[in-house]
């Protein structure tokens, strides 16, 4: 029986290079999918505190803010593909320094520079791509669409990684993920790309961030700080009370499974009804879902809260993109792209410092990291449209 509630969900008519960028983020967000969760849990059995393990990625998105716009150069003057393939190798270079952190502790300076560089280099290219070939009347249902791909290799990711954790261990795990990263560039190759290289101003990326106009947007990508928390605090919380790897991977597949339900629908509403409302009702359920934390305790509320943040973050996220895009699409795509990237790192790191400081009064505690995250997801509510870029 046909469920009328997802007709329309589907985006018609994807660009050839659209589907190239959906193919290659499949196969990319596949590996991705099957470490991410389990880095910070990584350098936490390795030994280092949890004020160790945020000031790790300080230093990370630190490096990241200044180089963005010279990943943004490079993406403008070589092509975006070709940015993105670049990229894979410093990836793969930063899963190789990860694992010899084991061996030798200062293989994390070079694991910093290797993953800052590798952001710089990849979404810069990644959104401009997706503004560039995406339509404007189905914006919101090519983003959510691309979420439902990914969210399907996201249930087989966490799975696998913690299955492969368990019996074979991490070294197995980051060299069946860099292969992935490697085949994940060849859905790109298989055409070549057609682009006008054109030069990105580093000082002016600086200054629109200062610009009066743009204050709102700063204000509302801030928000992305929460994003942080749920990457990198969430997951040490999630060891702590799951105890076990295989556990952890099915937390989270399982999770991701039931919140993918929504995620077609969430797409087709953002392109025919108001952006702002839905944007508006996944602010307030994700900071329900933070402030909620603070009493959890067990696997089965972990599993409730994790699906229901990924829920909000989608209701957030997709009409979040699409104003992205369709502001990039009318003025000008790199520099709409860096603007938003540069705001939620600065979002981040403001996420990070207060993380951070909290970490030295209450060592053991997550409960002011939760609640931090609660009042930067309201901070996203200052989206609106910018003016020309």
Excluded at 34 to 63: H, K, N
Excluded at 112 to 133: C, E, G, N, Q
Excluded at 250 to 271: N, P, Q, R, V, W
Aim: with cysteine; charged share 15%.
């Amino acid at each position: 029986m046909k469920l009328k509630i997802f007709d329309g969900c589907i985006a018609n008519g994807l660009k050839r290079e659209l589907k190239e960028l959906y193919l290659s983020t499949l196969i990319l967000n596949l590996a991705i999918s099957a470490v991410s969760i389990f880095e910070p849990i990584y350098l936490y059995t390795l030994g280092f505190s949890l004020s160790q393990i945020v000031l790790f990625f300080i230093f990370v998105y630190a490096l990241y803010f200044f180089i963005v716009p010279i990943g943004a150069n490079i993406a403008r003057t070589k092509g975006y593909e070709h940015s993105i393939f670049y990229s894979s190798f410093f990836c793969i270079l930063y899963y190789l320094s990860l694992f010899s952190i084991s061996r030798n502790v200062y293989f994390v300076y070079l694991a910093i520079l290797m993953l800052a560089v590798s952001k710089a280099l990849y979404w810069p290219a990644y959104h401009a791509d997706f503004t560039r070939f995406g339509r404007g009347e189905e914006r919101s249902r090519e983003i959510s669409n691309l979420v439902v791909l990914y969210s399907i290799v996201c249930v087989v990711g966490p799975f696998l990684g913690g299955l492969i954790i368990s019996f074979f261990g991490f070294k197995v795990l980051f060299m069946m993920v860099s292969f992935l990263i490697l085949i994940s560039n060849l859905p790109m190759l298989a055409t070549k790309e057609v682009f006008t290289p054109l030069k990105f101003s580093y000082k002016d990326a600086f200054k629109r961030l200062f610009k009066k106009n743009y204050r709102k947007g700063v204000l509302a990508y801030l928000g992305y700080g929460e994003e942080f928390i749920f990457l990198v605090i969430w997951p040490v919380f999630i060891y702590l009370t799951a105890k076990n790897f295989f556990s952890i991977g099915s937390i989270i597949a399982l999770s991701t499974l039931i919140s993918s339900l929504s995620i077609l629908y969430i797409g087709k509403t953002a392109d025919e009804k108001d952006k702002y409302k839905i944007l508006n009702s996944g602010i307030i359920f994700g900071s329900i879902s933070w402030f909620l934390r603070i009493f959890t305790s067990s696997p089965f509320a972990v599993f409730l809260l994790h699906s229901s943040t990924q829920i909000s973050q989608r209701l957030v996220g997709i009409p979040m993109m699409s104003l992205v895009y369709n502001q990039g699409s009318k003025s000008s795509i790199m520099k709409t792209i860096v603007f938003f990237e540069m705001s939620l790192v600065i979002g981040k790191l403001a996420a990070m410092l207060v993380v951070y400081l909290f970490l030295f009064i209450y060592p053991n505690s997550f409960i002011p990291a939760f609640v931090l995250a609660g009042l930067m997801t309201l901070l996203y509510s200052f989206i609106t449209q910018l003016k020309k870029i």
